[in-house]
């Protein structure tokens, strides 16, 4: 015995088995961003100065610059499927949908490796 509708067992309509996923990534990536974040606070907190000499020697080692672009890629990353959730929430649309995913791609792709370029870049020198 079933409860679906004869109609929801012609189209298929059902759970897509796709949102156990997303949210297991979401809560990886939010408990990877605790341990990052403090590290990054503290060490920015301990630096004698925030000019950008200091900054650029404290992250010219090699772990600093690798936990640097660790926190954007998971801030990033983190971010795109927070925002993921809202669009296919609020967008009804499924052309407006579909463009507003993709413009969301493109810039979080476009904001994620422009932030680990500036890291590299001041890490191994301007």
Do not use: C
Not at 40 to 68: C, E, H, K
């Amino acid at each position: 015995m079933s409860l679906r509708s004869p109609m929801g067992r012609v189209l298929g309509l059902g759970s897509a088995k796709d949102g156990t996923a997303h949210w297991w990534a979401q809560r990886v990536s939010a408990v990877a961003l605790i341990p990052l974040t403090l590290w990054f606070a503290i060490s920015l907190l301990t630096l004698p100065a925030l000019d950008y000499g200091t900054v650029r020697l404290w992250l010219s080692a090699p772990l600093n610059t690798l936990l640097g672009v660790l926190l954007v890629a998971v801030l990033t990353y983190h971010s795109y499927l927070g925002i993921v959730v809202v669009i296919e929430d609020y967008v009804h649309s499924a052309g407006s949908k579909l463009l507003s995913l993709l413009l969301l791609r493109f810039l979080h792709v476009l904001v994620g490796g422009a932030g680990i370029f500036a890291i590299l870049r001041v890490a191994f020198g301007s």
